[in-house]
């Protein structure tokens, strides 16, 4: 069933265990994601940007979603990722999302604060979790760029007061990850997390998680970042299939053939980050 990720991040942080939430692209991607956490007997969240929701209609996948999680009977949050514009996450929250992020990362605390505010009034009585960004995330997530020398963490003691100030109910500090591969390591500060994480005690958001070694998002998940985001390894590895598969047979006609390749490769991925979070048999 479709439920709110509240509770569901509250008691991953409580247990030191992380949810995945997955970026889908397709409704195809919405069954395989759910797939994959139902073999592993594992909640999960279904997350979409707002390009998704453009493309696909909020109502379509709100319905895929809640079709899917009952059929794979699997406790699944809805989540509307990095989203900045308040109309979009009034669409999301109308059509029946359980979580919405209002990314006001660009803007000054002030305006964050006062936008993150505006989103709870907005959704925190009908059950919605809420996700605001303090810092900013480098690289790319659909529209949203930032260049590495406009990522920027965040500041621990901002973080209690935006916690404090707003009444948030997951937060997503930027601590040195980024959107999409990394050209070296990222270079993590676990410091800045622990020194988070003592002071603020809502899940935290492991935002740019593709290509973070498995140990390090580990460690992340141990200080306290409960919701582990992952997009740009799934789309590779659906991606690079589709490709392989034209690449020896550049006739094919049936998409079924490319598409079945394409899902295995995604939902081994998807498989794996589950148990890297430790989530496994958490239903
Ligand atoms: P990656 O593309 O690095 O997995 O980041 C995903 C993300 O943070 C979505 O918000
Ligand atoms: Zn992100
Ligand atoms: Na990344």
New binding site residues.
Partial sequence: PLISTTPMLEKARADKHGIV?F?VHSFDSIFWVLEAAAELRSPVIV?T?VGTVKQLGAKNIVQVVTAASEYYDIPTGLHL??CTDLEVIKEAIHAGYTSV?IDASMHSFEKNVERTKKVIDLAKSLGVNIEAELGK?G?V?DDIVVNEEDAQKAVPIECKQFVDSTGVPTLAPAIG?????YKGKPNIDFNRIAEIAKIVDVPLV???????PDEDVRRCVALGMAKV???????NAYSEAIRNHFATEPESLDPRAYLQKAKDAAKEIAKSKIRMVDSENKV
Avoid: F, P, R
């Fill in positions: 939430a970026n997350q940007t990722d990095h992020m995330v690289g997530e990850t980024a959107h999409g591969i492991l935002h740019g998680g593709s290509a973070v985001n992952v997009s740009t390894e799934l789309k």
